[in-house]
């Protein structure tokens, strides 16, 4: 595959989690399979025709940026994007790579990434129903082994989120006998769409990344306005 279809390519950096501060080439899918009240692209994936890139394009701005990439949408690995997303890790050669992903077919798509490509895996699970909850811990069982796994959540302040914490946080507690702990593996975000918002909701987040030995990400892109 010689080219893909994407709303987005610009440099800039990396706004959350374990990467945070890192020039990103950011690859924007259009296509979700989630409906997030407050997601920060909503609008962006709606209006935004989808444009054609050439790999050798996207690998001349690697060598010129020297940035790595961002692959992200949307949900890359839905499978209108699940091959295209898949030839940029594989074909490319980049310093890093970011892939964000809300955990549809991603355990599919992490065993087809050439494992010699030094690509991190971002899962961000959106928990907002009964099924959301079985899906995202079925897959965080999945993930929960592989170094590198992220897990990146946004705290929304309800009771299923708040369950769910718990569960991650049992996933890599001592007594599970995880070959990792919380604080290497999970960052938490606070909701919101404005600078302002982002920090009125920070407090308490701080606080459930105290009690539950998360991190805590900010989400510089929103609060520098930098995306």
Known sequence: ?????????????????????????????????????????????????????????????????????????????????????????????????????NGYNLSEFMNKVDSNKPVRFIYSPKVFSDSDYDEAVKTLQLLKHNPEVSIKIVYDGSLIMDDFLKEVSNTFSLSSQSPFSASEKVWIMPQGVTKEELIQNSATVFDICEKYNFNFSSRNHIIYGFI
Not at 31 to 45: A, E, G, L, Y
């Open 1 to 101: 595959m010689e080219e893909v279809h994407l709303i987005e390519n610009f440099v800039s950096w990396q706004g959350e989690g374990k990467d945070s501060g890192r020039r990103m080439i950011i690859l924007r899918f259009k296509t979700c399979n989630k409906h997030c009240p407050w997601c920060d692209t909503t609008v962006k994936m709606r209006i935004t025709p989808e444009a054609t890139h050439k790999l050798k394009d996207i690998q001349d701005q690697i060598y010129q940026t020297q940035a790595g990439l961002m692959v992200t949408g949307g949900e890359p690995t839905v499978e209108k994007h699940f091959d295209e997303a898949l030839s940029l890790l594989n074909n490319l050669i980049y310093p890093i790579a970011n892939v964000e992903s």
